[in-house]
């Protein structure tokens, strides 16, 4: 079994699953003198990786038993996005939506979220996609650890095993396939080479829509945390400026000879781009 928290473990495990409402990537439009996405150019839907980390948890509980949460942080309508969640096989959903959360780059994101499972308690493996859509990053999930002080393998594109004595081992995407084993409980991030997410039943979905979606805002949140960390007021990043390169400018160069020969190659190409 996944241990608790470093508790003894219970029969059943305890999965969490971060999930993300996002746009389609392929209708929204840039707002490029804000360097802003236009998400009201755009349907909105869960964010695709976060449906592979889902259709895992619910791959884990088929096999031990046991509960899925699934945590977003988002605006009010995010809620569609969790009722899918239910629909495929979550057992919980909770939606952390404020204005007081609004503006937030990774780092407060995932503070937020880290927050939440803090405040939740019990819990045995956090899964979450190895990435959003809408922002690329692959930052979150990570950082979801390191805010817990727990220990993370992303890139996971299989799980190996998962057994009821507390072992779960995981293969890495990469040029070599790493075989990692986490002892105890832990968070992962998967690709979507791990699994193909089943699509919920009517049935399901019905009954997705009169379940509870559980609202949390800051002050849901600030029994031990810091207000000054969430939103936009713990966000020392921000985007500058969005540009869409031109074909021209996404093609490939090739800096041959010696690594030095070849690092000054490119710095000269970096300069005259940036020109320097």
């Known amino acids: ?52 980390a889902l259709e895992a948890g619910v791959q884990i509980k088929e096999k031990l038993g046991g509960t899925i949460t699934v945590v977003s942080m988002g605006p009010p309508q995010a809620e569609s996005a969790l009722r899918d969640a239910l629909a495929r096989g979550a057992d919980r959903a909770i939606l952390l939506t404020d204005k007081k959360f609004g503006g937030a780059d990774t780092l407060a994101t995932s503070y937020t979220l880290a927050s939440a ?9 956090i899964i979450c996609g190895e990435k959003t ?8 999930g990570p950082e979801v650890a390191e805010h817990l002080g ?39 991030t998967v690709t979507k080479d791990i699994n193909e997410p089943r699509l919920p039943s009517l049935r399901d979905k019905l009954k997705a829509r009169k379940s509870e979606i559980e609202i949390w805002s800051v002050d849901d949140l600030t029994n031990g945390a810091d207000r000054n960390k969430f939103g936009i007021m713990g966000s020392p990043t921000s985007v500058y400026k969005i540009t869409i390169p031109s074909v021209e400018g996404r093609r490939g160069k090739i800096f041959r000879g010696t690594p030095d020969e070849a ?12 020109k320097v």
Not at 13 to 33: A, Y
Not at 164 to 171: L, M, P, Q, Y
Not at 263 to 274: H, S
């Open 1 to 52: 079994m996944i241990h608790n928290s470093g508790e003894a473990a219970n029969e059943r495990p305890n999965i969490i699953v971060l999930l993300k409402q996002v746009p389609d990537i392929e209708e929204v439009k840039f707002d490029t003198e804000k360097g802003t996405l236009d998400r009201s150019s755009a349907k909105a839907e869960p964010n695709p990786f976060d449906l592979n």
């Open 117 to 125: 499972i803090k405040k939740l308690g019990n819990f045995d493996l």
């Open 133 to 140: 859509v809408d922002g690329d990053t692959g930052q979150v």
């Open 150 to 188: 727990i220990p993370h393998v992303a890139y996971v594109s299989e799980i190996k095993k998962c057994d009821k004595e507390g072992f779960v081992t995981v293969s890495q995407m990469g040029e070599y396939r790493y075989l990692t084993e986490l002892k105890s409980f832990g968070l992962i």
């Open 263 to 274: 690092t000054k190659k490119f710095v000269e190409e970096l300069e005259k781009i940036l």
